[in-house]
Antibody, heavy 123, light 106 residues
Framework: EEQLVQSGAEVRKSGESLKIACKGS????????IAWVRQMPGKGLEWMGL????????RYSPSFQDQVTISVDKSISTAFLQWSSLKASDTAMYYC????????????????WGQGTPVTASS | SYELTQPLSVSVALGQTARITCGGP??????VHWYQQKPGQAPVLVIY???DRPSGIPERFSGSNSGNTATLTISRVQVGDEADYYC?????????FGGGTNLTVL
């Protein structure tokens, strides 16, 4: 079964660092882009960025560039999202999702998603 | 920058047809994908490339896209269809989501 399994809930203080994970299984992890999506409490979905595990190419949304770092370790089929200094406004649910094909220009959708990682950053 | 406009909410009687719109300039020239998100759950893809349905999604879900409006249509609506629905496009190297529409079944 193809799936993405994310790391568990995190509670941190503002100013602390954090790295969350998204592990793929049941498919060739290195052949599909992984996206990160934020959902703030009671709000909609926001695309943060994409990483291609095959060559570690990363594309950021301008809204999140310099706010987070996306990385990947294909040897363990895992993508990461990290913060060097959390803010209270980073409190949200974070999802990873797989892009259904090699082309990251809109033809393919996000065909399945991880279960989400809730992050709470208290001030 | 490109923006997608969805109604905040749509209400429909049980068994009737729900139509959820997603507006944007010349959206008919783009591939539109739709996701369903039930409370406390991750989004699920229900329509991709305007009108294609992933395996496991009921035939009651359909989509269309023309001009400045894409539409997700849910026929014979069931209580289990109550959820938030998001449209998505790619534009200028960015993935964009609509603001989401909450579907209520009366």
């Amino acid at each position: 079964e193809e799936q993405l399994v994310q790391s568990g809930a995190e509670v941190r203080k503002s100013g602390e660092s954090l790295k969350i994970a998204c592990k793929g299984s049941g498919y060739t992890f290195s052949s599909y882009w992984i996206a990160w999506v934020r959902q703030m409490p009671g709000k909609g979905l926001e695309w943060m960025g994409l990483v291609y595990p095959g060559d570690s190419e990363i594309r950021y949304s301008p809204s999140f560039q310099d706010q987070v770092t996306i990385s990947v370790d294909k040897s363990i089929s895992t993508a990461f999202l990290q913060w060097s200094s959390l803010k209270a406004s980073d409190t949200a649910m974070y999802y990873c999702a797989r892009l259904a094909g090699y082309d990251a220009t809109g033809y393919f959708p996000f065909d399945f998603w991880g279960q989400g990682t809730p992050v709470t950053a208290s001030s | 920058s490109y923006e997608l406009t969805q109604p905040l909410s749509v209400s429909v009687a049980l068994g009737q047809t729900a139509r959820i719109t997603c507006g944007g300039p010349k959206i008919g020239s783009k591939n539109v994908h739709w996701y369903q998100q039930k409370p406390g759950q991750a989004p699920v893809l229900v329509i991709y490339r305007d009108s294609d349905r992933p395996s496991g999604i009921p035939e009651r879900f359909s989509g269309s896209n023309s001009g400045n409006t894409a539409t997700l249509t849910i026929s014979r609506v069931q209580v289990g269809d109550e959820a938030d629905y998001y449209c998505q496009v790619w534009d200028s190297r960015l993935w964009l989501f609509g603001g989401g529409t909450n579907l209520t079944v009366l």
